[in-house]
């Protein structure tokens, strides 16, 4: 079965910068999309940012573009968010998530069938 598991989250002050991954496995990792998504407390989850399977083309939303870089390595079946410039209002639990189908990436919840635990970010002002 895939597993999806995060790391690299914490405690930073506001300005700060984080490394999240999320290493994958019980799957082939490089002909699938991956994709970022966070959930604050008392907020739904929202999509963060997305990479394709090739790592040619990636997404962001509104309110991380410019700060944070998504990138994956596939011969360590890992993908990454780089978080630059954190504020108070990028904390969350953040979450990685994978498609179903092969060669497919999205913006929506509904377009990932895989689920990491999730990682706590928290930016302190």
């Known amino acids: 079965q895939v597993q999806l598991v995060e790391s690299g989250g914490g405690l930073v002050q506001a300005g700060g910068s984080l490394r999240l991954s999320c290493t994958a496995s019980g799957r082939t990792f490089s002909i699938y999309g991956m994709g970022w998504f966070r959930q604050a407390p008392g907020k739904e989850r929202e999509f963060v940012a997305a990479?394709?399977?090739?790592?040619?083309?990636?997404y962001y939303s509104y309110s991380v573009k410019g700060r944070f870089t998504i990138s994956r390595d596939n011969a360590k079946n890992t993908v990454y968010l780089q978080m630059n410039n954190l504020k108070p209002e990028d904390t969350a639990i953040y979450y990685c998530?994978?498609?179903?189908?092969?060669?497919?990436?999205?913006?929506?919840?509904?377009?990932?069938?895989?689920w990491g635990q999730g990682t706590q970010v928290t930016v302190s002002s």
């Open positions: 990479i394709t399977w090739r790592g040619i083309n990636t």
């Open positions: 998530a994978t498609p179903s189908s092969a060669y497919s990436s999205g913006r929506k919840e509904r377009d990932y069938a895989y």
